[in-house]
């Protein structure tokens, strides 16, 4: 088996497309084809193995000396004089805290000046998760694989370490979201952990009664919710603030949990999109459902 | 601000809010709901395209309460809006035109989720036609990255889709890497990344010698990976059978939309960050207009030799990708001009021709293979008008829009002058020569008396296929024979874009 798929591999593309092709795609068509099939070669050029080896290596060397020229050329690191210490990080610096109320000035970066840029990233993780259940979701009638076997049932280390630990991780989690305008943290970093720590409930408590914790529809329930939310309140917030309308969001007092404007709310979206994505991109890889 | 100056806010924010929402809808909810977005924002985009036109100009539209250059920014001029306009028009009658198939190639459960890639990457679409920031521009790449890999690999049950889409992956990966890496060179070389103050910053690096090697990276960098998006040759590997397995909504959309996506955010780089004076400085122009040469060749050279119908007409986008760089790469207003126009008629007609080809594959008993769809013009005549339509286009039969298309690109390459007119010139009519070996084969196949006819009844096309079909068929005819307003919509966009 392992050098039938090697041969295919050496063939290159042409050939590993024949062989899914025939593994998995079309059932050979029973009628005779309208007309028998013309014989005819294919001609294409082929460039020996090792030439093209040696091409490639040459072409990446090339590359990576212009890259490297290029880096030396570049302004000098920490340089004062550097054209990025402009009038925008100026004022980042400077007005950041008062316009948008948040003590961790990158949160106000990304969640505030740049609040489009951020709901583009945090769709970025969305759409990732949307492909993943196009393609590896279990549709009805498709034979669930059968890997229970191979799971860590009843361990007794992993599930005692869990149940100490899980609980820590989701607490950091929430408070490295909660606290993301007011120390270093936010969404994304908040929303990892929160990731991580629901993947390792999993895998101590098995899937079945994560299965009813959090569930597909849930889990659905869940991103669109937060996605929905932060879309619609960018969306009140870019349109007053492009035609110089009043806005109820004001900046607050900085320092205190409830200020900053929309940043904190915007931060538990953005975390909950990101747990949720690492959740599920984990449990459909490994089962195919949440 | 009047309230129409918003459009471009809504079209970007409309499909992007209602992407989230479309997952945990129905399956056919969700399809209605997606058209539903699109055809709202076609109508805003044709409206911005008359305000425009009466009220003239070009405006910014500031995307949060702080305005740019510490936030975002859109910008919306006459081409913005008529590109806007033709992105949601076409996402349209091709979700319209794939509909039916799409049910029979998804399954239920996963129809809502093909529903929000549409949506995603109709929004990345229009954030990718307004946007007036580079870092916008990556993050949305991005999103039509993904989409696109989805919109591959949606069709289920085909191993083929799924060799196509790590393909296609694995070659778009490497662009958006290469993208980012010519954006944080730039940042890192002009502290900006707003295209207004990047283009002033651009001027003074290329008269200071010191910085020609990074300045060239970074065009070098920015050209090669959006080329490597759009599919110039020789990186166009993944093209064929990224085109010719996925769904039909899929083909059209990847083909005649994502891919004109990244052409308009190259045009944008070159026309607003990188002057041309700048490109031609760096020897860039050059090297473009080569490459699309190259494309135009090799692209027909190779759909003469597909024995499928979806394959050649995938390798067809090939070469129309090649005559498209082969205009940035002219010298002189007109090459640009020409290619915004070509992308217009290309993404009207290759949208076509892949829903026709589906069309008469169906009506064929499912046989992709050329030798196999003799006579299928006759077993369904609307797609096989359509097909026929389309392909006589690409060739540059007056009365379409490819004809207009090539018109343009002659009268750009003789403005251009120089050794350029020669070859582009020869290249053209070489090419021209390549495409009525593929096309009209392909025309006269399909309307000519099959050997034995088929046993079974061809199906009737959906009404909703049938539909799209046509109207596209009108927009094409109506490229070919009303050419003169869109190219003045182009002129006074390109005006306004620098």
Not at chain 1, 74 to 81: A, C, K, R, T, V
Not at chain 1, 126 to 148: H, K, M, N
Not at chain 2, 210 to 226: D, G, N, Y
Not at chain 2, 356 to 366: Q, T
């Given at each position: 088996m392992?050098?039938?798929?090697?041969?295919?591999?050496?063939?290159?593309?042409?050939?590993?497309?024949?062989?899914?092709?025939?593994?998995?795609?079309?059932?050979?068509?029973?009628?005779?084809?309208?007309?028998?099939?013309?014989?005819?070669?294919?001609?294409?050029?082929?460039?020996?193995?090792?030439?093209?080896l040696?091409?490639?290596?040459?072409?990446?060397?090339g590359?990576?000396?212009?890259l490297?020229?290029?880096?030396?050329r570049?302004?000098?690191?920490?340089?004062?004089?550097n054209?990025?210490?402009?009038?925008?990080?100026?004022?980042?610096?400077?007005?950041?805290?008062?316009?948008t109320?948040?003590?961790?000035?990158?949160a106000?970066?990304?969640?505030?000046?740049?609040a489009?840029?951020?709901?583009?990233?945090?769709?970025?993780?969305?759409?990732?998760?949307?492909?993943?259940?196009?393609?590896?979701?279990?549709?009805?009638?498709?034979?669930?694989?059968?890997?229970?076997?191979?799971?860590?049932?009843?361990?007794?280390i992993?599930?005692?370490?869990?149940?100490?630990?899980?609980?820590?991780v989701?607490?950091?989690?929430?408070?490295?979201?909660?606290?993301?305008?007011?120390?270093?943290?936010?969404?994304?970093?908040?929303?990892?952990?929160?990731?991580?720590?629901?993947?390792l409930?999993?895998?101590?408590?098995?899937?079945?009664?994560?299965?009813?914790?959090?569930s597909?529809?849930?889990?659905r329930?869940?991103?669109?919710?937060?996605?929905s939310?932060?879309?619609?309140?960018?969306?009140?917030?870019?349109?007053?603030?492009?035609?110089?309308?009043?806005?109820?969001?004001?900046?607050?007092?900085?320092?205190?949990?409830?200020?900053?404007?929309?940043?904190?709310?915007?931060?538990?979206?953005?975390?909950?999109?990101v747990?949720?994505?690492?959740?599920?991109?984990?449990?459909?890889f490994?089962?195919?459902d949440? | 601000m009047?309230?129409?100056?918003?459009?471009?806010?809504?079209?970007?924010?409309?499909?992007?809010?209602?992407?989230?929402v479309?997952?945990?809808?129905?399956?056919?909810a969700?399809?209605?709901?997606?058209?539903?977005?699109?055809?709202?924002?076609?109508?805003?985009?044709?409206?911005?395209?008359?305000?425009?036109?009466?009220g003239?100009?070009?405006?910014?539209y500031?995307?949060?309460?702080?305005?740019?250059?510490?936030?975002?920014?859109?910008?919306?001029?006459?081409?913005?809006?008529?590109?806007?306009?033709?992105?949601s028009?076409?996402?349209?009658?091709?979700?319209?035109g794939?509909?039916?198939?799409?049910r029979?190639?998804?399954t239920?459960?996963?129809?809502?989720?093909?529903?929000?890639?549409?949506?995603?990457?109709?929004?990345?679409?229009m954030?990718?036609v307004?946007?007036?920031?580079?870092?916008?521009?990556?993050?949305?790449?991005?999103?039509?990255?993904?989409?696109g890999c989805?919109l591959?690999?949606?069709?289920?049950?085909?191993?083929?889709?799924?060799?196509a889409?790590?393909r296609?992956?694995?070659?778009?990966?490497?662009?958006?890497?290469?993208?980012?890496?010519?954006?944080?060179?730039?940042?890192?070389?002009?502290?900006?990344?707003?295209?207004?103050?990047?283009?002033?910053?651009?001027?003074?690096?290329?008269?200071d010698p010191?910085?020609?090697?990074?300045?060239?990276?970074?065009?070098?960098?920015?050209?090669?990976?959006?080329a490597?998006?759009?599919?110039?040759?020789?990186?166009?590997?993944?093209?064929?059978?990224?085109?010719?397995?996925?769904?039909?909504?899929?083909?059209?959309?990847?083909?005649?939309?994502?891919?004109?996506?990244?052409?308009?955010?190259?045009?944008?780089?070159l026309?607003?960050?990188?002057t041309?004076e700048?490109?031609?400085?760096?020897?860039?122009?050059?090297?473009?207009?080569?490459?699309?040469?190259?494309?135009?060749?090799?692209?027909?050279?190779?759909?003469?030799?597909?024995?499928?119908?979806?394959?050649?007409?995938?390798w067809?986008?090939?070469?129309?990708?090649?005559?498209?760089?082969?205009?940035?790469?002219l010298?002189?207003?007109?090459?640009?001009?020409?290619?915004?126009?070509?992308?217009?008629?290309?993404a009207?007609?290759?949208?076509?021709?892949f829903l026709?080809?589906?069309?008469?594959?169906?009506?064929?008993?499912?046989h992709?293979?050329?030798r196999?769809?003799?006579?299928?013009?006759?077993?369904?005549?609307?797609?096989?008008?359509c097909?026929?339509?389309?392909?006589?286009?690409?060739?540059?039969?007056?009365?379409?829009?490819?004809?207009?298309?090539?018109?343009?690109?002659?009268?750009?390459a003789?403005?251009?002058g120089?050794?350029?007119?020669?070859?582009a010139l020869?290249?053209?009519?070489?090419?021209?020569?390549?495409?009525?070996?593929?096309?009209?084969?392909?025309?006269?196949?399909?309307?000519?008396?099959?050997?034995?006819?088929?046993?079974?009844p061809?199906?009737?096309?959906?009404?909703?296929?049938g539909?799209?079909?046509?109207?596209?068929?009108?927009?094409?005819l109506?490229?070919?024979?009303?050419?003169?307003?869109?190219?003045?919509?182009?002129?006074?966009?390109?005006?306004?874009?620098?």
């Open positions: 392992k050098g039938a798929n090697n041969r295919w591999l050496e063939q290159g593309d042409d050939a590993l497309d024949r062989l899914i092709a025939e593994r998995i795609d079309s059932p050979v068509p029973e009628t005779p084809a309208p007309r028998p099939p013309r014989k005819r070669r294919v001609r294409t050029v082929h460039i020996p193995h090792a030439l093209y040696a091409l490639a290596l040459l072409l990446c060397l590359i990576i000396g212009a490297m020229q290029t880096t030396a570049l302004p000098s690191f920490g340089n004062p004089d054209p990025t210490n402009n009038e925008v990080s100026r004022r980042y610096l400077e007005q950041g805290l008062e316009e109320g948040a003590v961790n000035l990158v106000g970066m990304i969640l505030d000046y740049r489009f840029d951020t709901l583009g990233e945090s769709n970025v993780l969305f759409v990732a998760i949307c492909a993943v259940i196009i393609l590896l979701r279990l549709q009805q009638g498709e034979a669930r694989p059968d890997d229970t076997a191979w799971e860590p049932r009843h361990d007794l992993l599930r005692t370490v869990g149940r100490l630990v899980v609980p820590l989701l607490v950091f989690g929430i408070y490295v979201i909660l606290n993301g305008h007011l120390s270093p943290g936010g969404g994304f970093s908040g929303g990892a952990v929160i990731g991580a720590g629901l993947i409930c999993r895998l101590a408590e098995g899937g079945e009664r994560m299965g009813k914790v959090l597909f529809r849930t889990f329930a869940l991103s669109t919710g937060a996605l939310f932060y879309a619609l309140s960018k969306a009140y917030s870019f349109f007053t603030g492009a035609n110089r309308l009043p806005s109820v969001i004001t900046p607050g007092v900085p320092g205190r949990i409830f200020s900053a404007g929309l940043i904190p709310y915007l931060n538990i979206a953005v975390g909950l999109v747990a949720c994505t690492m959740y599920a991109l984990f449990t459909l490994r089962k195919g949440l | 009047p309230l129409w100056q918003s459009i471009p806010f809504a079209s970007v924010m409309l499909p992007l809010a209602g992407a989230a479309t997952a945990a809808l129905p399956p056919r969700s399809r209605r709901w997606a058209g539903a977005l699109m055809a709202v924002v076609w109508g805003l985009s044709v409206g911005l395209i008359v305000c425009l036109l009466t003239g100009g070009s405006f910014t500031p995307m949060g309460h702080l305005g740019a250059p510490w936030g975002n920014e859109l910008r919306a001029g006459p081409l913005e809006a008529l590109l806007a306009s033709l992105f028009g076409v996402m349209l009658l091709s979700l319209l794939g509909a039916d198939k799409l029979e190639d998804l239920p459960g996963r129809q809502p989720f093909y529903s929000v890639l549409l949506l995603l990457t109709l929004a990345a679409l954030a990718q307004y946007t007036n920031d580079l870092f916008t521009a990556y993050v949305f790449v991005e999103i039509i990255t993904l989409c989805g591959i690999a949606a069709r289920s049950g085909t191993g083929k889709s799924l060799s889409a790590a296609y992956m694995v070659m778009n990966l490497i662009a958006s890497a290469l993208f980012l890496l010519g954006v944080i060179l730039l940042y890192d070389l002009t502290g900006h990344l707003l295209m207004d103050p990047l283009r002033g910053a651009v001027q003074v690096l290329a008269a010191a910085r020609e090697l990074p300045l060239t990276m970074v065009v070098a960098l920015l050209c090669v990976s959006l490597i998006k759009g599919a110039l040759w020789p990186f166009h590997t993944w093209v064929p059978d990224a085109y010719s397995t996925a769904t039909p909504t899929g083909a059209a959309v990847l083909s005649s939309l994502v891919c004109k996506a990244y052409l308009i955010l190259l045009l944008k780089v026309t607003r960050v990188i041309p700048v490109l031609a400085a760096v020897q860039a122009d050059q090297v473009l207009f080569l490459l699309g040469i190259a494309g135009m060749l090799m692209g027909s050279l190779h759909a003469i030799h597909q024995r499928e119908l979806r394959r050649m007409i995938a067809s986008s090939v070469a129309q990708v090649g005559y498209i760089f082969m205009g940035f790469g010298r002189g207003g007109l090459g640009m001009g020409a290619s915004v126009f070509h992308m217009v008629s290309h009207v007609c290759k949208s076509m021709l026709a080809a589906d069309a008469l594959i169906r009506a064929s008993e499912g992709e293979a050329l196999n769809l003799r006579g299928a013009g006759h077993r369904a005549p609307l797609a096989g008008v097909l026929s339509a389309g392909l006589l286009s690409l060739v540059g039969i007056p009365l379409l829009g490819g004809f207009v298309s090539k018109l343009n690109f002659v009268q750009a003789i403005a251009a120089g050794i350029r007119e020669p070859i020869a290249a053209l009519a070489v090419s021209t020569l390549l495409h009525i070996f593929y096309c009209v084969r392909a025309v006269l196949l399909i309307w000519s008396q099959p050997e034995q006819p088929l046993t079974a061809a199906p009737r096309i959906p009404w909703r296929a539909l799209a079909l046509g109207a596209l068929l009108v927009l094409n109506a490229l070919g024979c009303l050419a003169p307003p869109v190219w003045t919509v182009i002129q006074s966009g390109l005006a306004v874009i620098g």
